[in-house]
């Protein structure tokens, strides 16, 4: 990499027991065509049950349905 060229992003990215998976850090969230999604903050949480609302993002509705993720 070059001098001039920005740094990657780096992030910490967290899955949580029966939860979201927590992203942290400095990170560039894009849509599968590479189209950015506006994050607003430095820590995000994104679903995993596939249920939410707000979809990438969780917005708490793997409680409502008792998600269950994999050991």
Do not use: W
Not at 42 to 64: E, N, Q, V, Y
């Amino acid at each position: 990499m070059r001098d001039d060229e920005a740094s990657p992003p780096v992030a910490t990215i967290t899955p949580y027991q029966d939860g979201p998976l927590l992203v942290r850090g400095e990170f560039a969230l894009v849509t599968p065509d590479g189209r950015p999604i506006e994050t607003r903050r430095g820590t995000i949480a994104l679903c995993r049950c596939g249920k939410s609302a707000i979809k990438p993002f969780c917005d708490g509705t793997h409680k409502a349905i008792n998600f269950r993720s994999t050991p």
